[in-house]
């Protein structure tokens, strides 16, 4: 099994040292794991602490282009989208996607909500009651995120379940439905082996990201491969191990 995309890394300009490296940093470390593509994600403009700001993106785009150059690695630029509303409103606009080439998207805290409410069920919720959440949270938390998926053009969906639980199952059937990818992320994989089996026996497709928050993690996924390995789930359903995947429309395909 050989990794050849990585589309979850971070960058400095996921601001106040949150993420350590450059842009050519990340690239570098990609060539010499043999990666072939890698995708810069920083945190999306809501976040209060740590979100890339818009007027940085020419500044980011101009230092993939060098990046690239000089690695010959391909770079695709994207953001880690946040969930800002219990009706599915995500923090990218319309505008936003004249300079996207992948979208991603998960659960923070710290995040600028849409309303007063909104942070109420969205965060504090989550946050004052982590652990046995209630179905009615769950059910909660599962509609926005359905929701998401069917208003944004998403092309991967980020650590699911990771301080937001929901219904797996019922986010990975409409992931796959709307043509986003569900990560399993290197770092963290926050749902049962048998809810992977389940979506793996569907049909639904996966991508194997680092989150790599400096640059010696790019690449570094083996919590996940020896999950995919362990239980035997069949490659054709993970579209960035032994190739390449295609983003076509926003929206991650294989």
């Not at 790599?212 to 579209?239: C, K, Q, T, Y």
Request: proline share 3%; glycine share 6%; hydrophobic share 40%.
């Amino acid at each position: 099994m050989i990794l050849l995309g990585d589309y979850h890394t971070h960058t400095k300009y996921s601001r106040k040292n949150h993420g350590k490296g450059t842009v050519l940093e990340n690239a570098s470390v990609a060539q010499d794991k043999g990666l072939k593509q890698i995708a810069i994600t920083d945190h999306g403009f809501n976040h209060w602490m740590f979100g890339i700001r818009r007027k940085d993106i020419p500044s980011l785009k101009e230092d993939i282009l060098n990046a690239k150059e000089i690695t010959g690695v391909d770079i695709l630029l994207g953001v880690e989208a946040n969930l800002v509303s219990a009706s599915g409103n995500v923090d990218v606009l319309e505008d936003d996607f004249e300079f996207l080439d992948i979208l991603l998207m998960g659960f923070h805290r710290v995040v600028k909500m849409d309303t007063i409410k909104d942070a109420f069920y969205i965060n504090w919720a989550n946050l004052l009651s982590p652990f046995s959440p209630s179905k009615e949270r769950v059910a909660r938390n599962t509609t926005a995120f359905l929701k998401a998926l069917d208003k944004s053009p998403i092309d991967i969906i980020t650590h699911l379940n990771y301080g937001y639980p929901t219904d797996t199952l019922a986010v990975a059937r409409m992931a796959k439905e709307k043509g986003a990818l569900i990560e399993l992320n290197g770092k963290r994989i926050n749902f049962t082996d048998k809810e992977l089996e389940i979506m793996a026996s569907e049909g639904v497709k996966f991508i194997v990201n680092s989150d790599a928050h400096s640059p010696d993690r790019v690449g570094e996924v083996n919590m996940a491969m020896n999950l995919i390995f362990r239980l035997g789930i069949p490659l054709s359903h993970v579209v960035n191990i032994d190739k390449l995947p295609k983003f076509e429309n926003k929206r991650g395909i294989n």
